[in-house]
């Protein structure tokens, strides 16, 4: 269930920033932390969908690198 939280709480974000791009208001930018996990995660999912790692590899390394 924490992986979900993870996907909401990331939604909730995106939400308030197009929000925010829409009331033309200034962006906060993400912090390194953020952009570099979101990076990883990214390219675990061109992993995925290349087919060089297998579902339960995906999972681990998502998890792991999401800080859960």
């Known amino acids: 269930y924490s992986f979900i939280d993870l996907i909401k709480r990331d939604e909730a974000l995106a939400k308030v920033s197009l929000q925010q791009l829409a009331k033309s208001g200034a962006v906060r930018a993400r ?33 792991a690198c999401s800080g859960l």
Do not use: M, P
């Open 31 to 63: 912090g390194h932390k953020w952009v570099s996990k979101d990076r990883k995660q990214s390219e675990l999912g061109c992993r995925l969908s290349e087919g060089t790692i297998f579902l339960f590899d995906f999972l681990s390394k998502a998890k």
